[in-house]
């Protein structure tokens, strides 16, 4: 039976010893994975004994695997030491209080406000809209775009208007003068 190392008492493994290696494959078919005491049974083939290996290896004193288990067990002592340090260390980052020049808000700049007077991203600020006029608290600030619906907007004005310029129809009417209003050569051929 295998010995805690310090304590000295059964720290859950032994070492069987069969004649043949027949009865060895079959008890290891048949017992491998049975539940004893409410304990998952495994069962390994072990190359030889030595003196001194029924002791436990692991730091502790016990077995290496208890060591490395990563499932809740009640009665080897709730988790792996390993595992159990690891929660240990991310309770104790948890309970940590946050360091306040440390967190991300406090480097942020303030956000900027338009300069009083200028108009919010629809045009106009509220006046005649029953909002309060100018003096209405959201007056001069953006609409409910965000800075992307800006740039969609703005390349799809200056779309249009590139391809106004391509077009022949935008040209001509820059070209040609409103027949209303009449140059001042053509004043001085009329008389």
Same mark, same amino acid.
């Given at each position: 039976?295998?010995?805690?190392?310090?304590?000295?008492?059964?720290?859950?493994?032994?070492?069987?010893?069969?004649?043949?290696?027949?009865?060895?494959?079959?008890?290891?078919?048949?017992?491998?994975?049975?539940?004893?005491?409410?304990?998952?049974?495994?069962?390994?083939?072990?190359?030889?004994? *030595?003196? =001194? &290996?029924?002791?436990?290896? @692991?730091?502790? #004193? $016990?077995?290496?695997?208890?060591?490395? %288990?990563?499932?809740?067990?009640?009665?080897?002592?709730?988790?792996?030491?390993?595992v159990e340090s690891q929660m240990e260390a991310a309770k104790a980052?948890?309970?940590?209080?946050?360091?306040?020049?440390?967190?991300?808000?406090?480097?942020?700049?303030?956000?900027?406000?338009?300069?009083?007077?200028?108009?919010?991203?629809?045009?106009?600020?509220?006046?005649?809209?029953? *909002?309060? =006029? &100018?003096?209405?608290?959201? @007056?001069?600030? #953006? $609409?409910?775009?965000?800075?992307?619906? %800006?740039?969609?907007?703005?390349?799809?004005?200056?779309?249009?208007?590139?391809?106004?310029?391509?077009?022949?129809?935008?040209?001509?009417?820059?070209?040609?003068?409103?027949?209303?209003?009449?140059?001042?050569?053509?004043?001085?051929?009329?008389?």
């Open positions: 039976m295998g010995l805690h190392r310090v304590n000295r008492t059964p720290c859950g493994f032994c070492f069987v010893i069969f004649n043949n290696r027949k009865a060895l494959l079959n008890a290891q078919k048949l017992l491998n994975g049975t539940i004893l005491d409410g304990q998952v049974l495994k069962v390994e083939i072990d190359p030889g004994f *030595r003196e =001194g &290996r029924q002791y436990g290896r @692991a730091r502790s #004193g $016990g077995q290496v695997r208890d060591e490395l %288990r990563a499932s809740f067990d009640v009665n080897r002592g709730g988790y792996g030491a390993i980052e948890l309970l940590t209080p946050i360091n306040q020049s440390q967190s991300p808000a406090v480097h942020m700049p303030p956000p900027r406000l338009p300069p009083p007077g200028q108009h919010n991203f629809r045009g106009g600020n509220f006046r005649g809209r029953g *909002r309060g =006029g &100018r003096f209405h608290p959201y @007056a001069n600030r #953006g $609409g409910h775009r965000d800075f992307r619906d %800006r740039e969609r907007y703005n390349r799809r004005r200056s779309d249009r208007q590139n391809a106004g310029n391509t077009g022949s129809r935008r040209e001509e009417t820059r070209d040609d003068p409103n027949p209303r209003w009449r140059r001042n050569d053509s004043d001085e051929d009329d008389d």
